[in-house]
Structure formats: C-alpha cells, structure tokens
C-alpha cells in the first residue's frame, strides 16, 4: 500500500519533456509488438476455422494413438483368454488408454486457455494505447495506475474467494465424515432396535399365549357374576315390591291424616277470622285515642317552644350585658395597673435625679465650702426623712 500511494503521487506530477519521449517510446514499442503477436496468433473469438485447423492435427494424432491402444488391449485381452497375458501388459494399456482419453478432454480447456490469452493481450493492447495518449497529452499516467489499483483489488478478493472455497471444501468433508460417523451409529442402533423388536415379538406371543388363558378364565368368571348378581336382583325386586305395598298402605293412611288436619285448619281458620275483626276495632279506637294524645303533645310542644325562644332572647340580653360589663370592669383593671407602674417609674426616676444632683452637686447640692457641704448633706437628710 506504500509503494502503491507513493507511485500514485509521483504520477500526479507532470513527467519532464525527456521522462515523457522515453515513456512514449517503450509504450509505443510495447503496443506494436502486441500487435504483431495479435497477427500471429489465430483468433479463437472471429475464426473458429482457424482454432479446428491449428487443433486438428493434435486431435488427429491423439484420435490415431488411441484407437492404436485400445486394438492392442483386445489383443491383449483375447491372448489372456488363452492365458498369455501378463498383468504388466495390460495394466499399461489401460494407462495408455486413459492417458489418450484425457488428452483428448483436455483439448478443450486448451481451447478455453488461448482464447483468455488472447483476450488478455487485447485488454493490455488497449490499457498501453490508452496510457500512451494520456503520456503524450498530458505528461501523465493515472489510467495505467487505476487499472493497476483494480487488478489488484480483483486478486485479493478472488483469493478470499478462494481461500472461503478451501474452507468450504474442509468443512463439507467434515460433514462428511460426520455423515459416515452418524450412518455408522445409526446402523448400529438400527441393528440393536432390530434385536429388540425379535425379542419384543417373542414376548408378544408369550403375553398373547398368557392373555388367551387369561380371557378364559376372565370369561367364565365373568359368566358367574352375571347369574349371581340376576339372583341377588330377583331378590332385591321382591323385597322392593313389599316395600311399595307397605308405602301404599302408609300413603293411605296419609291421605286420611291430612282430610282430618285440612277440616280442623278450616275451623280454627273461621275463629282467628271473627278474632282479627275484634282486634282491628280495636286497633282502630286506640289509633284515634293516640291521634288526640299526638295533637294535644304537639301543641305543648309549640307553647313550650315559644317559650324557650322569648327565654333564649332575655339569656343573650343578659348575656350582652354581663359581657360588655366585664369589658368595662377589665378596662378599669389594666388602667389602674398602668397608673401604678407609671407612678412606681416616676418614683424611680426622680429618687435617680436625686442621687445624680447630690452625687454630681447640681442645684441646691452645689459643692461651695465645707460648712456649704454640712448644710448640704443636713438638708439631704431632711429631705430624704420627709
């Protein structure tokens, strides 16, 4: 890939005038000498005549020596029936015989080759006129390097080709081998499956032979239950007959029971019926007399409504009025209280104004002579008896 990209930028400058005549030179010599070998050589594509005529000698040839060999194999063969031939002898008349036949195949793939051969010198023909025309145009050779670069291109993917062919080949002989393997295991169980159905028949015709004494016995047994079971069924049909005798007779006596019952219910009927039109009388006389009670209940209840209501009204009177009392009442309370604070404070602040005129002899405390601050003192004292 380096040689390649550095030959790439070489080729993309321009070649010298003299570099350019050279190369004229040698593509010219390349083109016309194969031209000539293009005269030369007959043409497999446009004249067929001609490929029969350059062949036909060799086939003829190879035609001859077969039909040579294969005369000396019947001599061969007719002497070894009288025991003359040898083994040597006849061996290499088949090798002869072979080595005819496939020179006589491979004349065709000959054929195949020269053509591709001369397809090839027709393609480089054309690829070096071409380089020629853009050297001499132009001073370069980019065509002839593309076709390079492709060529190239084409062998590594026709190698991949290959080499996935080769392991495509190694991996259908693996299956293969597989192949065998598994017939080879298959084989084996089919035999071992074989041994087994033999031996299953045998049992088969032992189970059959123990199944045929089986059913017998099963038939004959069966035979006795049936007649039993008839016996005990005829038994239980006579016992269930006596039992629907004595139910008739019971149904009977039901019957009898319940006309008795139906005839007493009728009387008892007409008696609770004289009964229930007692007690709706009556029901209807204590539904008046507690309809009046209701009315006369209803109408306390209404005074005594009236009367909660003119109660309620005077509470909520009196109730304003204790309020706007206690209003009044806890005014008075914080004032009084904010008097006694305010008065404790003047107090306070003039005791502080005192002891700052006294301490500093502001005012009448004025710090003058000693007997000034004997009289001071004197009269501080008087005023603090006071």
């Not at 065509?143 to 026709?158: F, H, N, P, T, Y």
């Not at 059959?208 to 005990?232: D, I, P």
């Not at 009269?379 to 006071?386: A, I, S």
Request: some cysteine.
């Amino acid at each position: 890939m380096t040689t390649a990209s550095s030959t790439m930028l070489y080729s993309m400058q321009s070649l010298s005038t003299l570099e350019r005549e050279l190369v004229c030179a040698v593509l010219e010599d390349c083109v016309d000498q194969l031209a000539v070998l293009g005269g030369i050589a007959p043409n497999y594509v446009e004249k067929p005549s001609a490929v029969e005529s350059v062949m036909g000698e060799e086939l003829v040839h190879i035609l001859e020596t077969q039909r040579q060999m294969e005369n000396k194999f019947e001599e061969l063969a007719l002497d070894g029936a009288g025991g003359k031939m040898s083994g040597k002898e006849v061996a290499d008349s088949a090798q002869g015989i072979f080595a005819a036949t496939e020179v006589a195949r491979s004349s065709k793939t000959v054929t195949e080759n020269m053509q591709k051969v001369q397809e090839d010198r027709a393609f480089l023909q054309s690829l070096l006129q071409q380089t020629l025309k853009e050297v001499c145009a132009q001073g370069t050779f980019t065509i002839l390097l593309e076709q390079v670069k492709r060529c190239q291109e084409d062998k590594l993917e026709m190698e991949k080709t290959i080499l996935r062919e080769e392991q495509s080949r190694k991996r259908v002989k693996e299956l293969r081998k597989q192949k065998a393997e598994l017939k080879k295991e298959k084989e084996k169980e089919i035999g071992d499956l074989n041994e087994q159905i033999a031996h299953l028949k045998d049992q088969l015709q032992e189970w059959k032979a123990k199944t045929g004494l089986e059913a017998n016995y099963v038939k004959k047994e069966r035979q006795v239950c049936v007649e039993v079971q008839q016996r005990h069924h005829a038994l239980e049909i006579q016992t269930m007959e006596e039992e629907v005798s004595m139910l008739k007779q019971k149904i009977e006596e039901e019957k009898k029971v319940s006309e008795s019952i139906e005839e007493y219910l009728k009387t008892h009927y007409k008696e609770l019926d004289g009964q229930v039109d007692h007690w709706m009388a009556a029901y209807e006389q204590d539904l008046d007399m507690k309809t009046t009670e209701v009315q006369e209940i209803k109408t306390l209840k209404a005074a005594g409504l009236q009367r909660y209501n003119e109660l309620t009204t005077k509470y909520k009177e009196y109730e304003d009025v204790v309020v706007e009392h206690r209003a009044m009442k806890e005014k008075q309370r914080i004032k009084t209280e904010q008097d006694e604070r305010e008065r404790k404070a003047a107090t306070k602040l003039q005791a502080w104004w005192k002891g700052m005129m006294v301490r500093k002899g502001f005012g009448p405390y004025k710090k003058e002579t000693k007997k000034g601050k004997k009289k001071g003192k004197k009269k501080g004292k008087k005023k603090g008896k006071k």
